[in-house]
């Protein structure tokens, strides 16, 4: 079964720093998607960044960046300049498809908090 | 991305009672997918649900607790039955293949 490990239960960065939160998954597919999630105190799950496994190059969205080693199993989120506005509940995410259908597996998640 | 609303928003139900959760979508999608989010982690599928035909439940979800009705593209319904305490969490739907996108939440407390 597909799993997805966060290690990293709690993190916190001064504003305008760059820190970066950790995930590994274990899967015996090689056609895959990860994804980080944001979700502040709203609720609301916000889709920060996403990377194709087939992809060696790293995804980037403006501040946020991903480091993929794919050999490893690992997924890792980094942000940069960090803003107030960052701070939230981060999940990394994994994704195939198969024949059922396909399934979303989270990790446990890391609270994220930026001090001013 | 799509635009997708939940209502109620949240709700305190009390003990053996039912709610239902419904979910919209501002277009057309094949899948929906339910999630259970228990006070302070993650977010577990409680099953997929497609259009014509009966709802896919995740191991530990059944039809008769969680009953889930999917008339169109745009629409689906999620029923909490017999509602205790255990059952307060966040749900969510979503929708898409590859990337899922969210709706906003209903948070439920059970009493």
């Known amino acids: 079964a597909q799993t997805v490990t966060q290690s990293q239960p709690e993190m916190s960065v001064q504003e305008a720093e760059t820190v970066t939160l950790s995930c590994t998954y274990d899967?015996?597919?090689?056609?895959?998607?990860l994804f980080w999630y944001k979700q502040p105190p709203s609720r609301q799950m916000i889709l920060v960044i996403r990377?194709?496994?087939?992809?060696?190059q790293n995804a980037t969205e403006n501040r946020f960046s991903v480091n993929f080693q794919k050999a490893a199993k690992s997924f890792s989120l980094k942000i940069s300049d960090s803003q107030l506005g960052d701070a939230a509940m981060y999940f990394c995410?994994?994704?195939?498809?198969?024949?059922?259908?396909?399934?979303?597996?989270f990790g446990e998640g890391t609270q994220l908090t930026v001090n001013p | 991305s799509a635009v997708i609303s939940q209502k109620p928003s949240r709700d305190i139900c009390q003990r053996g009672t039912s709610l239902t959760i419904q979910c919209q979508v501002d277009?057309?999608?094949?899948?929906m997918f339910w999630y259970r989010q228990q006070p302070g982690q993650s977010l577990t599928l409680i099953a997929t649900?497609?259009?014509?035909?009966?709802?896919?439940?995740e191991s530990g979800f059944v039809i008769d607790k969680f009953p889930i009705s999917r008339p169109n593209l745009t629409f689906s319904t999620l029923t909490v039955s017999n509602m205790s305490p255990e059952d307060s969490s966040i749900y969510l739907c979503?929708?898409?293949?590859?990337?899922?996108?969210f709706g906003p939440g209903t948070r439920l407390t059970v009493t």
């Open positions: 979503s929708v898409g293949t590859r990337e899922q996108y």
């Open positions: 899967t015996s597919e090689s056609d895959y998607y």
């Open positions: 990377q194709e496994a087939y992809k060696q």
């Open positions: 995410a994994y994704i195939w498809e198969e024949t059922s259908g396909s399934r979303l597996t």
């Open positions: 277009s057309q999608v094949t899948m």
């Open positions: 649900a497609n259009q014509g035909s009966e709802a896919t439940y």
